[in-house]
């Protein structure tokens, strides 16, 4: 995927442009090329980019420690403030009230927009915090000592000094 010089984007039908998406995101360990359609749109002073898809990625229950697939659905988008330099974007938020929920980045009007990067970092915000392989999951139950032992070697030299110790 290309960056986009975002003057172009003025050039399409209704100032948008559709990208149809099928491919693996490379910074992000999928089990499956994402699927879906990104829809960037050049607003005068800022971009408006939205996105629709799924993926399959592989997680770590955070409960059991075991692998399981995850289907990750991606709807969201985002407005992205157009200027002519960074810099004036800090004097015109002084000036004039903007609600900031609304623009969370700025790009200059006649520079690049990423949109593999973009997609990468709301697909990685859309991985959840809590991992659970299921609602019924369980935390593993102990092991006794002698298998605990065999199991945790690195902790074998702990153990021997922790007998040497005086009681």
């Known amino acids: 995927m290309k960056k986009i010089y975002i003057p172009h984007v003025l050039q399409f039908s209704q100032k948008t442009q559709t990208i149809i998406l099928d491919n693996f995101i490379t910074e992000l360990v999928t089990l499956t090329p994402f699927r879906g359609v990104m829809m960037i749109r050049h607003g005068g002073t800022f971009l ?10 592989n997680l770590i229950c ?3 420690l075991q692998q399981y697939n995850y289907r990750l659905n991606l709807k969201t988008f985002e407005n992205i403030w ?3 330099s960074s810099n ?5 938020i002084q000036e004039k009230e ?18 593999k990067v973009w997609m990468y970092e709301q697909l990685s915000l859309s991985v959840p915090l809590r991992k659970l392989c299921s609602n019924n999951c369980q935390i593993p139950v102990s092991i006794d000592k002698k298998s605990s032992i ?10 021997n000094f922790k007998k040497k110790l005086p009681k």
């Open 82 to 84: 157009l200027n002519k």
């Open 150 to 159: 065999s199991i945790n070697n690195y902790w074998k030299g702990l153990e």
């Open 62 to 64: 955070d409960r059991c």
């Open 88 to 92: 004036s974007h800090q004097k015109f």
């Open 98 to 115: 903007l609600i900031v929920e609304d623009f969370s980045e700025t790009l200059s009007s006649e520079g690049y927009f990423d949109p």
């Open 48 to 57: 408006e980019i939205s996105i629709e898809g799924e993926t399959i990625i």
